[in-house]
């Protein structure tokens, strides 16, 4: 029989949410790289945007979180945004997941479960702008810069760096004030001494992050310095990067590894996507900058096949 003419419905293909916001979808590289990659896969893919309220989300085989650039700023209302797909549909990663991994004191727990983590101190409540200079003392010392930033927050907004007092001596109120802003408008801060090594640009300097997708590792990039000495806080949806891509080693690989065990044993969950973040330490062996389980930024184009790579985990989750 002719196809044109069969009669019989044809199936049609799963259909997978590709969660944006408004203003991140043109600006996501990876988006086309993706959408194209799952079409090919047979999927119906398409972005929407998270907090649009005439979506049904129940029409989704999958809704997949991708570049929900703005939720920080509406961090209790996005978490209840999770929990609403989640109860009519598959979402990933999961709402629990996503609960965890959107406050950045998640590094408390790692850390705790004996991952090798930046240096952190976190203030949690507000205080005198003088004692948060004092905290902030205690923990950078005199001799590191300083990095100021909200533990809710996403594409360096609202991120600064501050020079150490040993190179300015009005550098450490400046920081001050900055989170004793953050602190009074309600947000969590967290202090990290500045490492030198996000600045090195030799073969295992700078940061390096490893995307791994469905579980397994995929490929891995090397990102450029993001926060200018003394600039002021990043206001727009985010800070601008520089990407190139990096064969990671073995012992970044392992420290990814230990990384996402203990994560998955944290939440209970195998995720379908990470993205593991590293520095070289101060003895230079790897620590963790960031574990990104809610909307990283792949870098597709930095990795030939990796877009495919996403589909197939996309598509297992799918067809399961």
Same mark, same amino acid.
């Given at each position: 029989?002719?196809?044109?003419?069969?009669?019989?419905?044809?199936?049609?293909?799963?259909?997978?949410?590709?969660?944006?916001?408004?203003?991140?979808?043109?600006?996501?590289?990876?988006?086309? =790289?993706?959408?194209?990659?799952?079409?090919?896969?047979?999927?119906?893919? @398409?972005?929407?945007?998270?907090?649009?309220?005439?979506?049904?989300?129940? &029409? %989704?085989?999958?809704?997949?979180?991708?570049?929900?650039?703005?939720?920080?700023?509406?961090?209790?209302?996005?978490?209840?945004?999770?929990? @609403? #797909?989640? *109860?009519?549909?598959? =979402? @990933?990663?999961? *709402?629990? $997941?996503?609960?965890?991994?959107?406050?950045?004191?998640?590094?408390?727990?790692?850390?705790?479960?004996?991952?090798?983590?930046?240096?952190?101190?976190?203030?949690?409540?507000?205080?005198?702008? &003088?004692? $948060?200079?004092?905290?902030?003392?205690?923990?950078?010392?005199?001799?590191?810069?300083?990095? #100021?930033?909200?533990? #809710?927050?996403?594409?360096?907004?609202?991120?600064?760096?501050?020079?150490?007092?040993?190179?300015?001596?009005?550098?450490?109120?400046?920081?001050?004030?900055?989170?004793?802003? =953050?602190?009074?408008?309600?947000?969590?801060?967290?202090?990290?001494?500045?490492?030198?090594?996000?600045?090195?640009?030799?073969?295992?300097?700078?940061?390096?992050?490893? $995307?791994?997708?469905?579980?397994?590792?995929?490929?891995? %990039?090397?990102?450029?310095?993001?926060?200018?000495?003394? &600039?002021?806080? $990043?206001?727009?949806?985010?800070?601008?990067?520089?990407?190139? *891509?990096?064969?990671?080693?073995?012992?970044?690989?392992?420290?990814?590894?230990?990384?996402?065990?203990?994560?998955?044993?944290?939440?209970? %969950?195998?995720?379908?996507?990470?993205?593991?973040?590293?520095?070289?330490?101060?003895?230079?062996?790897?620590?963790?900058?960031?574990?990104?389980?809610?909307?990283?930024?792949?870098?597709?184009?930095?990795?030939?096949?990796?877009?495919?790579?996403?589909?197939?985990?996309?598509?297992?989750?799918?067809?399961?």
């Amino acid at each position: 029989m002719n196809d044109a003419l069969d009669p019989r419905p044809r199936p049609r293909s799963p259909r997978v949410a590709l969660a944006t916001s408004t203003e991140a979808w043109s600006l996501d590289e990876d988006a086309p =790289l993706l959408t194209a990659a799952l079409a090919d896969v047979g999927l119906d893919a @398409r972005g929407v945007v998270w907090d649009d309220p005439d979506v049904d989300w129940s &029409a %989704f085989e999958l809704v997949v979180i991708r570049s929900t650039w703005d939720y920080a700023t509406r961090h209790r209302e996005f978490i209840e945004w999770t929990e @609403r #797909v989640q *109860a009519v549909t598959d =979402l @990933r990663n999961p *709402a629990a $997941v996503i609960a965890w991994n959107t406050d950045k004191r998640y590094l408390a727990d790692l850390a705790d479960d004996g991952v090798a983590v930046t240096p952190t101190t976190f203030l949690t409540t507000p205080m005198p702008e &003088a004692e $948060v200079s004092e905290r902030i003392a205690e923990s950078v010392g005199s001799d590191r810069g300083i990095v #100021v930033k909200p533990t #809710v927050s996403a594409g360096s907004k609202d991120t600064a760096r501050y020079a150490s007092r040993a190179e300015d001596p009005h550098a450490l109120g400046a920081a001050a004030t900055h989170a004793a802003s =953050l602190l009074d408008r309600g947000r969590a801060v967290m202090v990290q001494p500045y490492l030198d090594s996000v600045d090195d640009d030799g073969a295992d300097g700078g940061e390096t992050g490893l $995307v791994f997708l469905g579980g397994t590792f995929s490929h891995a %990039f090397r990102k450029g310095p993001l926060l200018a000495l003394g &600039a002021d806080p $990043v206001t727009g949806l985010y800070a601008e990067e520089t990407i190139s *891509a990096r064969e990671p080693s073995d012992e970044q690989l392992a420290v990814a590894a230990s990384v996402l065990d203990a994560a998955r044993a944290r939440t209970g %969950f195998t995720e379908l996507y990470a993205r593991v973040d590293l520095l070289p330490g101060e003895d230079g062996s790897p620590v963790l900058l960031e574990l990104e389980l809610c909307e990283p930024s792949f870098f597709l184009t930095s990795s030939p096949g990796s877009a495919a790579r996403a589909a197939e985990a996309i598509a297992a989750k799918v067809r399961r």
